[in-house]
Structures are given as C-alpha cells and as structure tokens.
C-alpha cells in the first residue's frame, strides 16, 4: 500500500507478516478473517481468552465502565479497583490478599522482583530456563528460553537453574532426581551463589509457552521448603496458568503450595482489556505498612481493565468454568492419547484442564526433536508446516518450538473438541513425514 507521503508499507507490524490472515471478529470458541473464513481457537490466541470471543458479561461491564468515566486515574480511589482487588483476594491462595495491578505479566513480574529485592535487600533472582516471564527488560532477564537471546546482557544479578523437565531430564532423571524434586538442586546453587545475596526465586508452577511442563508431585513444596530456611521470596508467575487454565483457579492450588507473590494477567479479564496483578502475601504487606514502596504506572488499575476482571471473576464463578475446566482434562488428555497411537511424530503429551502440551519428534525412541528449541524454531519448516495445515483447515493452534499448545477457550464444548480434534489428526500427519 502507497501512502500520501509516498511510503511503501508491507505490513502493520513487524511482528506479523504481510501475508498473515485479517481477522476481524471473533463469537464463541470461533474466530473470522475478512475473507469469511472461520477458525475454531484451540489456543486461547495467546492462551488468554479463557472465556471465548463474545462474553456478553464482560462486554457490558466494558461498555458500562466506558459510560460511567474511563478517564478516572488515580487507582488509589477508584471503588472498581478496590472491588477488584477484594474479589481478586477470595481466589487468591493463601495470604496473598493485597494487590498492585499494572498492564501486562511483564509489568506484574517486574513488580514482583522489586518487591523481593526491597523486602530482602539482596540482589540475586534464580530463575529457570525453560521459562518465560515477559518482554520488558527485567522481565526478559529472568526468561530462560532463547527468546532472551536479543536482550542479552539484560539486568544484572540473574542466576538460572535447570528444570523439572521429566521427558527430557537435563540431570539424566536419576533417582531420587536432584532437578526434578527440586530443593535439592536449588540447595546445590545457593551453595555457589549465597543464599544471603539471593532475594527470589520465580518460576512457572506449570511452564507455560516454554512447553508445557508439569513438575513432579513434591516439587514445588521442596522449592517452597528451600526459600524458606534462607529467607527467599518465592515468586509464581501465574499469568498464563491463572484463572482455571490448568482445572484449579491457580495451578499451584493442584500442590497446595503459597507463594510469597503471585503474578497473573492474561485470563484476569480473559484477554478483553489488557489488565495484570501481583498479588503480595500478608508478611509482605506487614512489612509495607511501614516502609513506602514506590511503585505505579498511570493504567495501574486502569478502571475499564478492572470492571472487565470483575465481570471476568463472575462469569468463572456463575458458570462454575474452574470445575468445567478440571472436568475436561480427561477429556482432552484421552483425544490425544488417541491421535499419539495414530501419530509417531507425537512424544509426550503433558497437562491438565484446558492446558496442555504436545510435543512432536523425529523418533520416538531417540526422543530428537522434532525442531530444536531455539527462536527460529517456531518457523522452521516442519512446524510451519503443521501450523499452516491446521489454519488452513480451520484451526489455530498455537505453537512454539516443538509444542503445540493446545489450551482452548474453558467454554469450548464437547462437539468443538472433537471438531478441533479431527483438524489436528490431520495436521499431525503433516508432522509424520518427518519421523
Ligand atoms: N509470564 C508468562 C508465564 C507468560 O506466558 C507471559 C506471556 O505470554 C508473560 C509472563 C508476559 O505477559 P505479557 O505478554 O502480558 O507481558
């Protein structure tokens, strides 16, 4: 397209090709390009839209709150944001009860870092590598999968620390696993690094967009255990996993295990408004009271973002979509068991509720990936290849390295799953020619 001024403009964004479809609308579990082709969401968009593409209540609240005064800045007294944070409260675990809202999961997690710095007044951060905590500088620091590689160095005084990555066990998965089970490797770093110079740790209690991984039983419980006889924050970013995804409304309520922070975004208004939360635990807010952190971003809490989260909150709740969502697990899990017996290319599948992973390879046996994990991945040619036979055939799937997501809308119903299911047996087999 040419321009007044004569400019030549391949695409509205760098970050989307200019052959990418247009979409325009979306309704339900569904969305459509500008051609009238129709889509089925077997991954959220970006694993966000728990609630689909057309929830009526939260789009009254939206229009309700843009009518009443989208404009009113302060957060501090705005009676949305303190409803919010009240009924953020009832589904947080444990004695994470005070929030701090902000635009995005990276923002939440930035927050968060800080928080455990000022509070321990030390300056190391572990994190793990298969993880991803956000674009902005910090957040990008303490990502561990090759997305970072462009933001290298980043911020100083991050240590990273292997992952309870069973299918693939960076450790060999000995057993007992020091990796796997969790404090015992985390003990071994904090003997190089100090534990009196480390103030978190953050990790995914599910890993999300870096593959899906599921820790072992314990494992959580044994890093909570660790932090706490050195005095470490322990960070969960829940921005992904958060609000049913996984079949409990955090999926660290599956392990019983509190964090010290928990940080959300993403399902918190399930992708209407931009919105994210840190939720800090009552020990940290003893400690606020008396110190002033300075903290706050003009849309901290911007009142449209918050009257969509409570409208969001309800919806969860009125129709029971936590429990929907637990109760689908098997459901999708026993789909594709099922594709894996017609599919070599599939070699671990790992989940539960709508969250859930399939990861494809060459060989079944050697386990070799079916793409490496690294930034191009994603758009090498066998999984460019599956992506683009899933879309073309009606279904989006989002996919990075050589996972699949397969996180649906939590109001996908059973006939759209074995829609869905069927346009994947068929990409799949795109997949099978490389095994
Ligand atoms: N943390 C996790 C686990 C995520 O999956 C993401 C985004 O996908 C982020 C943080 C960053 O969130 P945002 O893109 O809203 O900054």
Redesign the pocket.
């Known amino acids: 397209m040419e321009t007044a001024r004569g400019k030549v403009i391949r695409s509205w964004s760098a970050q989307g090709g200019a052959s990418a479809p247009r979409i325009v609308g979306g309704h339900g579990c569904h969305f459509q390009d500008a051609e009238g082709r129709s889509y089925l969401d077997f991954s959220s968009q970006?694993v966000n839209a728990n609630l689909g593409h057309s929830c009526a209540s939260v789009q009254d609240a939206v229009r309700e709150q843009v009518g009443a005064g989208a404009t009113l800045g302060r957060p501090w007294d705005l009676a949305v944001v303190h409803e919010l944070a009240d009924r953020l409260a009832e589904v947080t675990p444990g004695d994470l009860n005070t929030m701090f809202f902000a635009g995005?999961?990276?923002e939440a997690?930035e927050a968060a870092i800080r928080l455990a710095r000022a509070r321990t007044g030390r300056s190391k951060v572990i994190a793990r590598y298969r993880s991803?905590?956000?674009?902005s500088a910090g957040?990008l620091s303490v990502t561990g999968d090759p997305r970072r590689w462009h933001g290298e160095p980043g911020v100083p005084g991050v240590v990273r620390m292997l992952d309870p990555y069973t299918y693939r066990c960076p450790a060999g998965h000995p057993s007992p696993c020091p990796v796997c089970s969790g404090g015992p490797h985390l003990e071994e770093l904090l003997q190089y690094e100090g534990p009196e110079n480390v103030a978190a740790v953050i990790v995914?209690p599910v890993t999300?967009?870096s593959g899906v991984v599921v820790p072992p039983d314990g494992y959580l419980r044994s890093l909570r255990e660790t932090c706490d006889r050195h005095g470490i924050m322990l960070i969960f970013?829940e921005?992904?996993t958060g609000f049913g995804r996984t079949g409990t409304w955090f999926a660290c309520d599956r392990w019983d295990v509190v964090p010290d922070i928990l940080t959300c975004?993403k399902g918190l208004t399930a992708g209407y408004v931009p919105l994210?939360a840190t939720a800090v635990s009552d020990r940290l807010t003893d400690w606020l009271a008396d110190s002033v952190f300075p903290y706050g971003l003009t849309y901290s809490g911007h009142p449209v973002a918050c009257a969509a989260a409570v409208a969001a909150l309800d919806v969860y709740r009125r129709d029971g979509l936590i429990e929907r969502a637990a109760a689908l697990g098997p459901v999708i899990e026993s789909h594709l068991r099922r594709l894996a017996d017609r599919h070599p290319s599939i070699g671990d599948i790992r989940g539960s509720g709508c969250f859930w992973g399939l990861e494809l390879v060459r060989d079944r046996t050697s386990r070799e990936p079916l793409v490496p994990f690294n930034p191009d991945a994603t758009a090498a040619e066998p999984m460019r290849r599956f992506s683009a036979a899933a879309f073309g055939a009606g279904l989006y799937v989002l996919t990075n390295g050589n996972v699949a997501l397969i996180a649906p809308p939590l109001i996908i119903s059973d006939a759209e799953l074995e829609e869905g299911m069927a346009v994947l047996d068929k990409a799949l087999s795109v997949a099978d020619e490389y095994t």
Not at 132 to 135: P, V, W
């Open positions: 970006m995005s999961g990276a997690n991803y905590h956000g674009s957040a995914e999300g967009s970013d921005v992904m975004a994210a």
